[in-house]
């Protein structure tokens, strides 16, 4: 895609970074090839946007009622869990008792 270069504060580096393209190198020249496009990428990557997009609020129907909905089914399955795990001590605990008697 082409960049709008009235679409940026300062389009200057990427244009100085293309017009020091030498097209004349042969192979055996590839390290500068790719330098000059490091150049030109990294000019890119600098480019600012003239006018910044604003930010924008949250839409409403994105922020759940009850903020806790989702953390209280964890804490009722963490309950079910330690439930079930005490429970299985307390049994294992009265028939080792109930052997001894």
């Known amino acids: 895609a082409?960049?709008?270069k009235d679409d940026y504060k300062n389009f200057s580096e990427v244009e100085k970074?293309?017009?020091?393209?030498?097209r004349d190198k042969n192979v055996l020249e590839?390290?500068?090839?790719?330098?000059?496009a490091d150049d030109i990428f990294n000019a890119i990557a600098n480019l600012k946007l003239k006018y910044e997009p604003e930010p924008q609020e949250p839409d409403e129907s994105d922020i759940p009622d009850?903020?806790?909905t989702y953390d209280s089914?964890?804490?009722y399955i963490i309950y079910f869990v330690l439930s079930s795990i005490s429970l299985g001590f307390s049994t294992l605990?009265?028939?080792k008792v109930s052997k001894e008697l």
């Open 30 to 36: 590839q390290k500068q090839v790719d330098s000059m």
């Open 73 to 75: 089914g964890l804490k």
């Open 93 to 95: 605990l009265y028939k």
């Open 17 to 22: 970074a293309i017009n020091l393209v030498n």
């Open 2 to 4: 082409a960049l709008n």
């Open 66 to 68: 009850n903020p806790d």
